[in-house]
């Protein structure tokens, strides 16, 4: 029987679909043309620029700072949510399920649309602090999920062993729980990261004078500079995010063997 080449041509149809408008992206970044119209010649001027524009590397280094630091929050805090969402089976723990599976459901302008109020009814000034509180907010569910994920294969025979071996709760989650665990741990960092990093709608709620991240600067730049250096910005943009999923896809293998 012959086999149909409909999925493959359907296949081959929706990867044209999502990549060939980043191929086009990067192309652009090349192009001389201002407008990143009709391709005038191959230059290397808008990267030139690029690296010029201080206003842009300083918003890159406020999104930096809030995505590493919210990244490493939710690590921790994620990690030791989904331990007691594992360990432990109470009417508090379905509660503490809800809460933290809330925010991966909830459309993200509300959840800036009330981080936003309730700084404000604080009297708490829009900074760094509070981009940073904002963006763990929503981090911490994704963690959360990614190492409840690990934790559904974990082996708690391991850690009888070491407590009849003689070994106290801070050896036995230094030694042994957390190195088991470490794939999931760094995995769910990698996309909290990458979802800080690219976040816009809470950092437009949260953010104030001096604290402009990436993406806010982004799209202020579509209106008045020229679109060619904002494919250049995407195009390192993109790179740096591709390494990173490929780093996660790895300890997610890792994970799983």
């Not at 979802?195 to 437009?204: A, E, G, H, N, T």
Request: proline share 4%; charged share 15%.
């Amino acid at each position: 029987m012959k086999r149909s080449r409909f999925p493959l041509v359907v296949t081959v149809l929706v990867m044209l679909f999502f990549y060939l408008p980043v191929l086009v992206l990067v192309v652009n970044s090349f192009n001389r043309s201002r407008s990143s119209g009709p391709w005038t010649g191959f230059t290397l001027d808008w990267y030139v620029r690029l690296f010029g524009r201080r206003d842009i590397w300083e918003a890159f280094g406020n999104t930096l700072i809030i995505a590493v630091s919210a990244s490493a929050a939710s690590m921790l805090l994620g990690t030791l949510a989904a331990f007691a969402l594992h360990r432990y089976r109470t009417r508090l723990q379905d509660a503490h399920y809800t809460m933290v599976y809330t925010p991966l459901v909830v459309p993200e302008i509300l959840l800036g649309i009330s981080l936003l109020l309730l700084f404000v009814a604080l009297g708490v000034e829009r900074n760094l602090t509070v981009l940073f509180i904002g963006h763990t907010t929503f981090c911490i569910s994704y963690v959360t999920m990614v190492v409840l994920a690990r934790l559904q294969d974990f082996d708690f025979a391991m850690v009888e062993a070491a407590q009849d071996l003689g070994a106290g709760p801070w050896t036995i989650a230094r030694r042994v729980i957390i190195p088991l665990l470490a794939p999931g741990i760094f995995a769910g960092g990698l996309l909290a990261f990458t979802l800080s990093i690219d976040d816009y709608v809470i950092s437009f709620f949260l953010s104030g004078p001096g604290t402009t991240t990436l993406p806010i600067k982004i799209n202020a730049m579509i209106r008045r500079d020229a679109p060619a250096l904002i494919n250049a910005l995407s195009s390192i943009m993109l790179c740096v995010t591709f390494l990173l999923v490929g780093l996660s896809q790895k300890l997610n293998k890792e994970n799983r063997t």
